[in-house]
């Protein structure tokens, strides 16, 4: 029998995006799923009745959901090319920042990229304090890494957890940012920090599962237009 593997995703999701290069630094096949979040379709809703949203993958009918739970799945499901490494210590340090990206890192870029003007003073500094743990975390190193998969040229593989959980740092911000007008991560402020950036966006497998920068560019654009025009 075949295996079946499909992935319910929406196209500028980072979130749907770190599963979809989840699964190709495996080799994995799937079936990509397009949803629509302002009209959730009734597998999206049976498949994650709790929170409702995408990445959701089913594997032989059975259902996952949350995007930093599909990227362990996946890694522990299929083998070659992890995305975690071997030792203990290590692989719950990389557990831990993934998390502090999605809990502490990506809450605060929000809010001071597209929170209430009364909230943004305080989630900037909370944003650029997140950023530094960050850059302090990265050292010297190319990437986050503690993979070892990929093997698509461009540097997979070393490619980790860490680094596909960051996708929205490296990709998603400074499209925000320019539709925005504002700047909160920038190559002077945060040098090491950007030439990770450079280097992740130049492996392949990253490169080729991002939305197009011009479509993304124009629907930040449309919500900060629309924005302005309900206050």
């Not at 990265?138 to 860490?162: A, Q």
């Not at 080729?208 to 654009?221: C, G, S």
Request: aromatic share 10%; glycine share 8%.
């Amino acid at each position: 029998m075949a295996e079946e593997v499909k992935l319910f995703g929406l196209w500028g999701s980072p979130f749907s995006r770190r599963v979809e290069i989840a699964l190709k630094i495996k080799g994995v096949k799937y079936e990509y799923i397009e949803d629509d979040l302002q009209n959730k379709s009734a597998l999206l809703l049976k498949y994650n009745p709790v929170h409702k949203k995408v990445p959701v993958l089913l594997h032989n009918g059975k259902p996952i959901a949350e995007s930093l739970v599909l990227l362990e799945y996946i890694d522990e499901t299929w083998e070659g090319n992890p995305n975690l490494p071997p030792d203990p210590y290590e692989r719950a340090q990389a557990r831990f920042w993934a998390k502090f990206i999605d809990e502490k890192c990506l809450p605060a870029l929000w809010k001071a990229l597209f929170g209430e003007e009364s909230e943004q003073e305080k989630a900037m500094e909370e944003a650029l304090q997140n950023l530094k743990m960050l850059e302090k975390e990265l050292k010297d190193k190319r990437l986050f890494g503690g993979g070892g998969g990929g093997g698509g040229g461009g540097g997979e593989e070393s490619i980790g957890l860490v680094d596909i959980a960051a996708n929205f740092i490296a990709y998603w911000v400074g499209i925000i940012q320019e539709a925005v007008g504002a700047e909160i991560l920038n190559r002077e402020r945060f040098p090491v920090l950007y030439k990770w950036i450079d280097e992740l966006l130049s492996c392949s497998v990253i490169r080729e599962n991002l939305p197009p920068r011009d479509k993304m560019l124009a629907y930040f654009i449309s919500r900060v237009q629309a924005a302005k025009a309900s206050k």
